[in-house]
């Protein structure tokens, strides 16, 4: 670790990890459980994504105060069939019940071609695209789903009924890092409505509504009783019906709008689902190379078309400049971190 001119502090992604563990356990995680998220909070913040990196601390320890998440669950596996695991977390987070599949959920990719999982009785609060990231590492392509918390009024509807409902894919790419997408059914995701009002910006027009019903570009507005509006109108809005049928009912889990944590003061966690779909292209396109090579052939074309980023690439970046420099945390997030319980390194 060390502290710029500006008062920054850089940390390894090891040293983040290990800062915010404790204050997890303290919160009510096993170790286990504590380890794995504070893994996830820093990866996420390493890689850039800050509406779910450290931003996401306070809420996992509000959580696990209340009672609302089982910080010590331990998630139960069946095998319905050839090619679906079931995971029942057991009211506790969803990464932790992936990470206990995750071997297993390869191997029966490798041997049917492909492979369900089915997280129920979960909570979500991290990237979807850290989810699916591991499975695109070892050549599957990788779909998942996650219904939220409501905050999503339907296209044509006049009240929020549909979380944010993110989704995101993965292919595997010929020598590089995979093509990793990730985003919300909603125009802009929760986490990044609450960035922009504790910043103080204003959002951008067609973003969400307020306690009245009104259009608003007020981030506060739409934290205090507003709503999000659903991306694309009713393209977005049935994709986020899509995944409530999916994350929520396929599982055996609340729909968004069924989530209730009014008798766990504090709490604000979707108690909800989570779907994966894994595939693996060596049947499906007669070899993992040949489609790898199919997915840069596709990439080329968009490029040669004018299409000058690509999912994930700013995201890699980040990663690279974290690497270089470590994990760069601005003092008053440092200090919130410090009043969280977290322990600096030595």
Known sequence: MFVDRSGNHHLSLAELTAMLQPALVEAGASDNVAGILALNCATAERDGSRSHGLYRVSGYIDNLRSGFVNGKAVPVIARPGAAMIRVDACRGYGRPALEAVIPEAIDVCRMAGTC???IGNSHHNGPLWLDIEPFADDGLVALTMVASVVAVVPHGARRPVYGTNPMAFAVPRHGRAPLIFDQSSSVMAHGEVGIAAREGRILAE????????????????????????????????QIAMMIELLAGAMTGSNFSHQVDWSDYPGACSAHTGQLFILIDPVGASGGSTGFALRVEELLAELAAAGQERFPGERRI???????????????????????????PPE
């Open 317 to 343: 970046a980040a990663r690279e400049k974290a690497l270089r420099e470590g994990i760069s945390i601005e003092p008053a997030v440092w200090e919130d971190l410090l009043s969280l319980g977290a322990h």
């Open 116 to 118: 369900v999982i089915a």
């Open 206 to 237: 067609g973003v969400g509504i307020d306690a009245a019903g009104n259009p608003t570009r007020d981030p506060k507005a739409i934290m205090a009783g507003g709503a999000l509006l659903p991306f694309g109108g009713h393209k977005g809005s």
